[in-house]
């Protein structure tokens, strides 16, 4: 396999023509390598549109559900990012790219050695990865400017949306299969909250999510 000619597919074919049109996400792309966080065994769908499987159930974004969140949530250079789901490490090394500094949490042991491993090869010095359930939130460090769930959540978490900062943002994807939107929310003060859809997806639920309540009768 060509690995700069399918990265140049993948950002023209794939995540280009899903509106993302910010050429320092664009660019970005091909800084940060997207294979240096694939498992081995899936090396061949490095750059295809599809999920990659990782160690206990869970499994990396496709491209351009990873690139539109990006370009979205907008990272700037002096803010502190809170990522729930460390996964492959990849979602935390786009957002170190543009951040101040990424905090991870990751609930399963092995894949938070994964992460921070595949981190390190490809010698991102600003994110930290933590080990823990973040689905309701993350309290150390809080309040973050940027949140990035990298998993969807059945419902959202009164707590998870507190440790925004006022005029920080939150990317989540939520919902239950098939149907899930990615939302992102601006705490516009102590109180309030502007929530924007951006995109409709399905993906897997993030380990440790809260399920909502069902009615049994």
């Not at 978490?157 to 939302?183: D, F, S």
Request: glycine share 6%; with cysteine.
């Amino acid at each position: 396999m060509n690995i700069e000619q399918a990265r140049f597919n993948m950002i023209e074919q794939q995540i280009r023509p899903w509106n993302v049109l910010d050429q320092d996400v664009l660019d970005m792309l091909h800084v940060v390598k997207r294979e240096q966080f694939v498992p081995q065994a899936y090396q061949n769908l490095a750059f295809a549109d599809v999920e990659i499987p990782l160690p206990g159930g869970e499994a990396m974004f496709n491209p351009k559900v990873e690139a539109r969140i990006v370009q979205e949530i907008a990272v700037k250079k002096h803010e502190n990012v809170l990522e729930i789901g460390a996964g492959s490490g990849y979602m935390a090394a786009l957002l170190a790219h543009k951040a101040r500094h990424v905090t991870t949490v990751e609930i399963l042991p092995e894949t938070k050695e994964v992460a921070e491993q595949n981190l390190a090869k490809a010698g991102v010095t600003n994110v930290t990865v933590e080990l823990g359930n973040g689905a309701e939130g993350w309290a150390k460090g809080a309040p973050y400017d940027v949140i990035v769930v990298s998993g969807a959540l059945p419902v959202l978490p009164e707590a998870l949306v507190k440790q925004v900062k006022v005029g920080g943002r939150l990317a989540v994807i939520l919902g239950e299969a098939p149907a899930m939107t990615c939302n992102i929310i601006t705490r516009t003060s102590e109180t309030a909250y502007d929530s924007v859809k951006v995109f409709e997806t399905n993906v897997k639920t993030l380990s440790g999510a809260v399920a909502p309540s069902r009615f049994t009768f």
